[in-house]
């Protein structure tokens, strides 16, 4: 497992951005499959982005497609998520997740991932 922080979350107005950025410890960061989900008030948690261990390939929930973008820096263990036109509903704390994978998928769901951060909250006010 790795050890994920995550960092960048705020409140902010509809419209505006926020990055978020997630920092992996260990030196087998290339190993993981990347990803950030959220949960709101009342709700499961639901994915949101994710990236391959090699970042050749992301894919997003239908709801931020377009809107967000996911990366990631190799040398700096670091992922990151770019949001832009936020919405009230996205509004949540949002977690980076770690899942250990030896080919290029992407899951999907929490439990293909076995590492997760503690979250940062993400306000957006209509």
């Known amino acids: 497992q790795v050890q994920l922080v995550e960092s960048g979350g705020g409140l902010v107005q509809a419209g505006a951005s926020l990055r978020l950025s997630c920092t992996a410890s260990g030196r087998t960061f290339s190993r993981y499959t990347m990803g950030w989900f959220r949960q709101a008030p009342g709700k499961e948690r639901e994915f949101v982005a994710g990236?391959?261990?090699?970042?050749?390939?992301?894919t997003y929930a239908a709801s931020v497609k377009g809107r967000f973008a996911i990366s990631r820096d190799a040398a700096k263990n670091t992922v990151s998520l770019q949001m832009n036109s936020l919405k009230p509903e996205d509004t949540a704390v949002y977690y980076c997740?770690?899942?250990?994978?030896?080919?290029?998928?992407?899951?999907?769901?929490?439990?293909?991932?076995?590492?997760w951060g503690q979250g940062t909250q993400v306000t957006v006010s209509s």
């Open positions: 990236i391959s261990r090699t970042g050749g390939s992301t």
């Open positions: 997740a770690a899942g250990f994978e030896y080919g290029t998928v992407i899951r999907l769901t929490t439990n293909g991932y076995d590492s």
